[in-house]
């Protein structure tokens, strides 16, 4: 297992820096300098990523950006220390800013969107992912199956079109049993989610009226199931009953998504801090120490569902825990 020293190296503010480099927000910028914006400065930048996993064609579809005050995220940190951090990573001290990264795969012809996005369920910078198909040439209409990591609404919301239909009219939805279980069939209580009871309410109703339109032919999967040749699940409860992480494999290329083991590499992965919706803390740490053990000895390339666009790179093990770096730009 490769071990390199914290002190070494200065990774934090490398990844807050990638994050600011590939956004969605249109700049309002450039007409108040004086010079006309350029017809490509008003489509704003790339929402969609494309790689390689050995012959899987594999792209990066953005679905916006959600967020919220970084203790959430980092429920164990202290105040001071945390402030700190984020100042040193150049990022705002009162905000923390998380993307939407769902990932298409075309594996044997077929089409496999993992994670559906968060759609309008948490905020109004979400429900990009429409947009982002739609530039590779694509629409709702050519995915064929959707794997959910687990059941909260940033990673089902998209499933639920305007007009409370499915969103997706072919594609087969699969989702962990327990999550459903937990979410959908059963009232859940929220308590420990470190948020105001409006919004637990607000959280819990998203989630049953996104899945509402799919209960009818929705596939359970047990995490550790492999959903077809080349993609494996990987149980990773803790954050919800039932979460799952995937594995992409072809030859000997492999990616590891971690789902919401960690939100932002700056708090949960540079800095050992907690995520503070995790249902189950001390079995979401289990999950995610072994996870984050076995993409570091292995040097798996890892994407993260919540990690600066496109959220592709790779972790370290350090004297300390770990460490976070980037995937380099391919064009």
Known sequence: M?????????LTALAGATGTSFGLIHSGAAGAQGAAPSP???VGNAGHYRFQVGDIAATVLSDGLIGGPPSVYAGDAPEAELEEVLRRAFLPTDHMTLNLNTLLLEIGGRRI????GAGGTMGPNGGRLFDNLAAIGLSADDIDTIVISHTHPDHV?????????????RATVMVPRADWAFFVEGEPDLSYMPVPEEFRQRFAANIKASVEPVSNGIEFYEAGDEILPGLTTIAAAG?????ATFLVHSGHDQ???TADLAYHPVVNIDRPWRPGPDRDQEAAEASRRRIFDQAASEQKLVLGFHYPFPGLGR????????????????F
């Open 315 to 330: 972790i370290l093990r350090t004297d300390t825990g770990y460490a976070w770096v980037p995937a380099g730009w391919q």
């Open 255 to 257: 990616l590891l998504l």
């Open 157 to 169: 919301g998209n499933l639920r079109n305007a007009d409370g239909g499915r969103a997706f009219p």
């Open 40 to 42: 490509a400065a008003l």
């Open 239 to 243: 954050h919800t009953p039932g979460m």
């Open 2 to 10: 490769l071990t390199i020293n914290r002190r070494k190296i200065m």
């Open 113 to 116: 969107l993992l994670e559906a």
